[in-house]
């Protein structure tokens, strides 16, 4: 049968491109249709469409592309026997006219547009223009919603929010983490390039890790702050615009921070084993990295609220932290200390791409039986 794959903007990186990377290797011969692409050699050989709007100023500004984005997912009238959809925004508004209207169209849900939501969690959802048309957009949003086959949410926190939003029940699928692919080497210290090799023998030896893009929502001054209280050395390692203000944070601490710009993956995996504890407190819908840290063999610390503690929770890999106090930090060090590393990194397999892999493709195959 002629799938189609639906997306809603393609970059190099990503968690989302991940699913669409893993949807492609499971439905090979599948065209892929975007609002636009900006890996166009990630995906070489695949056919990828792109929406009306590649041509247009709005590809350089998401932001301002979102509402344009809802208009060009029904300006088109796609024909296929079966449509597999990864949406964040708008994707699921997709269109799709064939002569049969039961044709299925299956919604991997990332989440429901948090800057319509879940505002307080997404700064796009608080500019003036946002907030004057967030009422209509909903009310079109979960319309569209009503159209789906069948949706997955990428954890139990994003199914609730997709049954608030949409008033859908969505099945969990978790996303594909490289599990095996991590386990598989014995020490990635020593596989490093000369250049990462001198970064990683320049880091104390024992430290707190935290990672991610430097974004405020991050919450990464929490990992100096659990430095702090655990009187150990503390690694961050990323980039993004709010660098400077880990920056000054990092200059107001009084435990030595360091900083690790742009890891590789190979670094970035030598720093999860060398870690004493992998702190991730953003409220995120799932949370890949705690689950790449808990492969590694690494216990992890994660907000009480949000998808990264569904994880954590099942393979009793760290600790939840429940409050802002130096005691509450103190406690989840000591809970994550005790964890058994050996039963957790069996465990965490749990969310390797194999098992993702099967569950969707176990998901395509009832919708289209």
Excluded at 96 to 103: A, C, E, I, L, S
Excluded at 104 to 132: I, M, Q
Excluded at 230 to 254: E, F, K, M, W
């Amino acid at each position: 049968m002629a799938g189609l794959i639906v997306h809603e903007w393609i970059e190099q990186t990503g968690g989302s491109e991940n699913v669409l990377e893993r949807f492609i290797a499971n439905f090979p011969g599948s065209e892929v249709l975007c609002l636009w692409n900006n890996a166009a050699q990630r995906f070489d050989g695949v056919t990828v469409r792109e929406s009306w709007l590649a041509r247009t100023p709005f590809r350089r500004s998401k932001a301002l592309a979102l509402p344009a984005a809802a208009l060009a997912w029904r300006t088109r009238n796609e024909d296929a026997d079966w449509v597999l959809v990864s949406s964040h925004s708008f994707a699921h508004h997709v269109r799709v006219r064939t002569k049969d209207p039961r044709v299925p169209k299956l919604v991997y849900s990332h989440t429901p547009a948090r800057y319509l939501w879940e505002p307080d969690l997404d700064p796009r959802g608080s500019s003036p223009f946002f907030r004057v048309a967030a009422a209509p957009l909903r009310g079109i949003d979960a319309r569209r919603a009503k159209e789906a086959t069948s949706i997955a949410a990428n954890s139990r926190f994003v199914a609730a929010r997709v049954q608030r939003a949409w008033g859908r029940k969505a099945q969990v699928i978790y996303p594909p983490v490289s599990v095996r692919a991590i386990q598989n080497r014995a020490a990635w210290a020593s596989k490093l390039t000369e250049h990462d090799q001198a970064i990683l023998a320049g880091l104390p030896t024992e430290f707190i890790l935290g990672a991610s893009r430097f974004v405020r929502y991050k919450r990464l001054e929490d990992v100096i702050r659990i430095g702090e209280v655990a009187r150990t050395p503390v690694v961050i390692a990323g980039s993004g615009p709010d660098s400077q203000y880990l920056h000054q944070c990092a200059r107001l601490s009084n435990v030595d921070v360091r900083f690790v710009d742009e890891p590789s993956d190979a670094l970035l995996y030598a720093l999860y084993e060398r870690a004493m504890v992998f702190v991730f407190t953003a409220v995120e819908d799932f949370g890949i990295m705690p689950v790449e840290a808990m492969a590694s063999g690494t216990p992890v610390i994660v907000n009480a609220i949000g998808g990264a503690l569904e994880p954590v929770e099942r393979v009793a890999g760290g600790a939840i932290l429940r409050g802002e106090t130096s005691l509450d930090m103190r406690s989840a060090l000591k809970e994550a200390a005790r964890v058994d590393t050996e039963s957790m990194r069996k465990g965490v397999r749990a969310f390797d791409t194999s098992a993702f892999d099967g569950n969707i493709s176990r998901w395509q195959g009832a919708a289209i039986a």
